[in-house]
């Protein structure tokens, strides 16, 4: 049950909630039909709007003067340049695992704010599988360009203290959950179970693997979102 969870938990891009509804959620999810990708344009944003979207991500004194990119045809794209290293981005669905049900769900929104140590090794995976998914890739062919530009070191391993945030109130994980609550990711190399707590009677953490990426996430939930309002319980 930990582990079914944890593996809706994460999704694509953040956690999703670690409360008794989380499985049912991810059951209803896993039926809705996304198996196969849509056409390009439903992914796509009105570029103001992505913008936008992407600063929200994080506090304003850290997302005003990130860079941000958005989606086009051709993969991300640099839509304003930034002068303090973090990198603000409106993540689709296919960010999550190859066997994840959102992966192909275009209503899929996750803004998120890389600091400089995830945009120089966790962001190249990102841009790579969106320019895959803008060229029409399977999710074979996907796994098999991944796998071999991780082999030939031409993708980055992840660097100490990759980390980003994801704390913006109009972000739209998946259908179940909607923006769920605001989190702060950090990227590691695959770790082994444990080395964070995550899981635990009372932890926070809560973790996911991606054993494509050959990355492990471990997601912290906080209490505000980047506007400054509190992350209220849910009336139901």
Known sequence: MQKAIGRFAFTWFGALFVFTAASSAYAQDAKTPHSNMVPVDQYLMERSAEITLARSAAPPSIS??????????????????????????????????????????????????FNAAAARSYLPLILKKADLVMAGRSKDQMIETISAALNKKELPAMEPGAMCYMMSKQGYLNDEA???????MFFLPLAEAGTWGEGLPGSPVIDAKDEVARVTTFVVPVRMWSDGTPDLPSPH
């Open 64 to 113: 005003q003067a990130a860079e941000v990119m958005v989606l086009g045809k051709q993969g991300y794209e640099i839509a304003d340049h930034g002068t303090n290293g973090f990198v603000c981005v409106v993540l689709r669905g296919w960010t999550a695992s190859f066997d994840d049900p959102v992966f192909w769900n275009p209503r899929s929104r996750g803004p998120a704010c």
């Open 178 to 184: 909607g923006h769920w609550h605001p989190h702060l």
